[in-house]
């Protein structure tokens, strides 16, 4: 999992409550075990019409928003159904931050797991937020994990809080595979001593 330290780019601006994972990732796409190439797939049934053409009124068709890098959305983010792709989507797209008011649990916990970090701020902080992000390419947010600081083009800060473990690993790029990896060298001890003692298991 690559580290997540600072990040600054175009946020784009969702004005829509209860975005489902249905909504971020559709089920045609949950076909493969991948985590690469669901960008295509990224909120699709928004994105294009039926007819495969882009929708135009689409905040991710718009020109500013083209390589967006965080997404500003209303309340409950990620909620329905469990599926990983939505944090595999999101990440593969190039989007390493949401920010929101709230999330459904278990997408807040698959984007630790993923790299993509999810911020909750207030409402009050959200609607900054939000105007930042409306003004397009020409105002970016910048976000450092480290000082847990969105900062908006005209210098607003916006402070938030996160657990402090989930911040370690995501600081230094630990999903679940990577943090008993840490622990390598003390298995290896330990299974050494484990077959001396009992070598007929």
């Not at 039926?50 to 135009?56: C, T, Y």
């Not at 990577?178 to 070598?199: F, H, I, N, Q, W």
């Amino acid at each position: 999992m690559d580290k997540f330290t600072k990040l600054e780019g175009v946020a784009a601006p969702m004005k829509i409550r209860n975005i489902d994972t249905d909504m971020i990732i559709p089920k045609q796409y949950l076909k493969t075990i991948k985590r690469t190439g669901l960008g295509k797939g990224l909120f699709s049934e928004m994105r294009f019409n039926e007819d495969g053409s882009e929708n135009p009124d689409f905040v991710l068709n718009k020109p500013a928003y083209r390589k967006a890098k965080i997404i500003v959305a209303e309340d409950n983010f990620g909620c329905g159904s469990s599926r990983e792709h939505a944090p595999w989507a999101l990440l593969d797209f190039g989007v390493r931050c949401v920010i929101s008011t709230s999330f459904a649990d278990i997408f807040y916990n698959n984007c630790f797991q993923n790299g993509v970090l999810p911020i909750k701020v207030s409402k009050e902080d959200l609607d900054k937020l939000m105007d930042d992000a409306e003004r397009g390419s020409n105002a970016t947010l910048s976000i450092d994990l480290e000082t847990q600081e969105i900062r908006g083009p005209d210098g607003g800060v916006v402070k938030f809080d996160i657990d402090p473990f989930r911040k370690h690993c995501m600081l230094n790029g630990l999903d679940d595979i990577g943090l008993t990896m840490t622990k390598a060298k003390a298995l290896d001890v330990y299974e050494s001593a484990r077959k001396a003692e009992r070598p007929w298991m």
